[in-house]
Each structure stands twice: as structure tokens, then as C-alpha cells.
């Protein structure tokens, strides 16, 4: 229930003082508080070891890409390339721009 100069009116804490109604939810704020930095605890080697495998991936990943790319640059820089091959390429790659277009 209202009043009228808008602030609420808690039948529970009739009485109490501003004092121990502070103390009651600095309490409250500690207990949960403590319950997550002890759950935070028994996480913490699985977080790790997580972390690890996420590192390990992007790792992996990023070497799988630049091994792609120096074995793309190396096929490509051939000089047994004939040039009808090399206009073939850039006419391939003119259709798919042009598809693309056509979608966006």
C-alpha cells in the first residue's frame, strides 16, 4: 500500500531501524557472496581446462588456414600456369560476383 508522499509501507519492518535493516541485507549480500566465489572454486579447473581446449582450437585453426594459404599462393604462382587457365579463373570468378548480385 501507498501513501501519500509515495513511499512504501512494509508492515515486516515496522519498527526497525535504517541500521539493522542495512546490517540484514549487507548479511544477506555476504552469504551470496560466499556461495558463489565457493562454486566459482570448484569451477575454476574445469574454466581452465576449457579455456585451454579454446585456445588449442584457435591455435589449430589459425595453422590449418595459413597452411591453406601458402599451399593456395604456391599452386598459384606456378609457372606451368597456362594463360587460357588464368582467363578461365577470372571468368569464373566474374559469374560468381554477378550471382552474387543478383541475391542482395
Known amino acids: 500500500m501507498l501513501n501519500k508522499t509515495k513511499q512504501e509501507f512494509h508492515p515486516d519492518l515496522e519498527g526497525v531501524s535504517q541500521s539493522a535493516r542495512n546490517s540484514a541485507f549487507n548479511w544477506r549480500q555476504s552469504n551470496a557472496r560466499r556461495r558463489w566465489n565457493s562454486g566459482s572454486r570448484r ?21 590449418t588456414l595459413c597452411n591453406w594459404s601458402t599451399q593456395r599462393s604456391s599452386l598459384m604462382s606456378r609457372d606451368n600456369i597456362e ?12 559469374s560468381v560476383n554477378a550471382y552474387e ?3 542482395m
Open 43 to 63: 569451477n575454476c579447473v574445469a574454466t581452465r581446462t576449457l579455456n585451454d581446449l579454446y585456445l588449442r582450437l584457435d591455435v589449430h585453426i589459425a595453422l
Open 101 to 103: 548480385d543478383d541475391f
Open 83 to 94: 594463360a587460357g587457365e588464368k582467363l578461365e579463373a577470372a571468368a569464373d570468378l566474374s
